[in-house]
Nanobody
């Protein structure tokens, strides 16, 4: 049974940093692309970042230069380092697997999400 579990969310002040983790289990994920998405209250889920099986990275314009996606295949874990956080980064963050891209419909597996709140 494939499972993705996010952690690392919390409350942080504007300008602060957080690192999200996504622990994958039930299968080896090294051959698959993975991504991070977020959903703010009243808004649609949106693409944040993705990483291919070979390590290629892609970012939404809104986070480029502030967020870094990475993966540790030995640990079956996906990361999202978030720096210079803004209040508009407040959302539930989800990791997803089995695709590399911006389309939520193309990802096969999803985690349950972790809340990130950026306060001013």
């Amino acid at each position: 049974q494939v499972q993705l579990v996010e952690s690392g969310g919390g409350l942080v002040q504007v300008g602060g940093s957080l690192r999200l983790s996504c622990a994958a289990s039930g299968r080896t994920f090294s051959s698959y692309g993975m991504g991070w998405f977020r959903q703010a209250p009243g808004k649609e889920r949106e693409f944040v970042a993705a990483i291919s099986w070979s390590g290629g990275t892609y970012y939404a314009d809104s986070v480029k230069g502030r967020f870094t996606i990475s993966r540790d295949n030995a640990k079956n874990t996906l990361y999202l380092q978030m720096n210079s956080l803004k209040s508009e980064d407040t959302a539930v963050y989800y990791c997803a697997s089995d695709w590399t891209g911006q389309d939520t419909r193309s990802y096969k597996y999803w985690g349950q999400g972790t809340q990130v709140t950026v306060s001013s």
